[in-house]
């Protein structure tokens, strides 16, 4: 017998895309008839439950036929799987030919412009990257990183010793008050 072919990804991104226009929205049971039910699918548990039992004329419940193809599966529209990237180290893991990076929300304008150019040194495709209107250099970038961290540590130490002052002064107002 002849075994069948796979699907190329490019395919099964357009079957999966036809797939979904097919896909109706799974709607509550009941959730048309009542306010206080909201849209969001509840999964029917009772025993005449008709969308359950798939009763002819009820919406349709969610099951694995809606699925689109396997090879699809957890890719982004584009082709390639996401991989989240905080820092500019991250940005070597991902593999240029199968993944897409895409920088966290938390990172700042300072290291989202040091991975977007380290990205673009390793070709590596980012999914969420915009231009920053104020064109940063990347040099300039690496500078204000490195002084923010020595900023940081400076602060640290500041606070420190201030509270080593600190101690000293206050048992000096408590010999004050037993006098």
């Known amino acids: 017998m002849t075994e069948k072919k796979q699907p190329t990804v ?4 357009r079957t999966r895309a036809r797939a979904k226009h097919k896909k109706p929205a799974f709607v509550r049971p ?12 509840r999964r029917p548990r009772g025993l005449d439950n008709k969308i359950r039992r798939k009763i002819k004329g009820w919406p349709p419940g969610p099951s694995t036929g809606y699925c689109g193809p396997k090879v699809a599966r957890g890719l982004h529209p584009s082709g390639y799987e996401e991989v989240m990237v905080h820092n500019v180290a991250e ?3 991902v593999i240029p030919g199968t993944q897409a ?5 938390t990172v700042g304008k300072r290291k989202r412009v040091l991975i977007i150019a380290e990205a673009r040194k390793l070709s590596v495709k980012v999914l969420n990257a915009k231009e920053v209107k104020e064109p ?11 002084d923010a ?7 640290k130490a500041g606070k420190a010793e201030k509270k080593k002052e600190e101690k000293p002064k206050k048992k000096a107002k408590e ?3 037993k006098q």
Request: cysteine-free; aromatic content about 8%; overall charge positive.
């Open 30 to 41: 009941e959730s048309w008839r009542f306010d206080r039910f909201s849209l969001s699918w």
């Open 175 to 177: 010999g004050a008050k």
């Open 10 to 13: 490019q395919n099964a991104l």
């Open 101 to 105: 990076a895409r920088i966290a929300h």
């Open 91 to 93: 940005v070597s893991t």
């Open 136 to 146: 940063v250099k990347v040099e300039e970038a690496e500078a204000e990183v490195k």
């Open 149 to 155: 961290k020595v900023a940081k540590a400076d602060k």
